[in-house]
């Protein structure tokens, strides 16, 4: 996924507005689970949520990528973070909110494993709390055959970056170029995203099969991207 850009990731991602999300998020949770202490943010990448939320939650993180999350740990000194896979995890405790933002449960690929995550995700909750996914795109709403291009400019880094954007089956893929350079060098890195493209019907049957109910989608969502909402029963 990351491997060649985890150094340079949030210059890439610099125009997200995380403090307006995390505010977005933080309403939404004391407006289903007023209560909730605790928080659990699966796919964290560079912890750049978890900075945020941790002035209202006891936060954690966990991701499959050792380069973000070595980034994560400096931006968020004392929190605990968790190396491992978002679709089978396991995690000695249980959390009031658990949340999968910036379509991170998209890298799973397949119908089944994006199931497979919300039920451990799920697994993770207390009875009453609260499971958030933000998605990728739907398989009708993913656009292919164009070219993207993206620019971060900086004193001592710029950033070209663009991708082309392909399907595969119901897989978007992403073959992303960068031009990475700084005073000592220009380098060439080349990486490959793929994004299972899921339904909102599969999404929503996903945390049906979940046990978790009052199922909300949100159209807009954090940051466009939409969101998924639903409570752990307390029986």
């Not at 995380?18 to 209560?35: C, D, F, N, Q």
């Not at 392909?166 to 080349?190: A, F, M, N």
């Not at 493209?197 to 939409?226: I, M, N, P, S, Y």
């Amino acid at each position: 996924m990351f491997t060649r850009s985890a150094s340079f990731y949030d210059a890439l991602y610099h125009f997200v507005d995380y403090e307006g999300a995390a505010r977005k998020l933080h309403g939404e949770i004391r407006e289903r689970a007023p209560g909730a202490s605790s928080l659990l943010d699966v796919g964290c990448g560079t912890g750049q949520h978890l900075q945020r939320l941790r002035q209202w939650y006891e936060v954690e993180g966990l991701d499959l990528d050792g380069g973000l999350l070595n980034i994560a740990r400096q931006r968020c000194p004392g929190v605990p973070f968790h190396e491992a896979s978002m679709v089978d995890f396991d995690l000695p405790r249980r959390f009031d909110v658990v949340t999968c933002l910036f379509s991170a449960i998209a890298y799973v690929q397949t119908v089944e494993d994006m199931s497979r995550t919300v039920t451990t995700m799920a697994r993770h909750l207390e009875p009453g709390g609260l499971l958030v996914v933000e998605p990728w795109f739907e398989p009708g709403r993913y656009w292919t055959d164009t070219i993207t291009a993206n620019h971060y400019d900086s004193a001592q880094q710029k950033i070209c970056w663009m991708y082309t954007s392909k399907r595969d089956g119901d897989v978007s893929v992403l073959d992303i170029q960068y031009l990475v350079g700084t005073p000592d060098r220009v380098e060439h890195l080349v990486e490959q995203h793929r994004l299972g493209l899921f339904t909102k019907e599969q999404h929503l049957k996903a945390l049906g099969d979940a046990g978790l109910e009052e199922a909300t989608f949100d159209e807009q969502g954090l940051v466009g991207r939409g969101l998924y909402v639903a409570t752990k029963p307390r029986r």
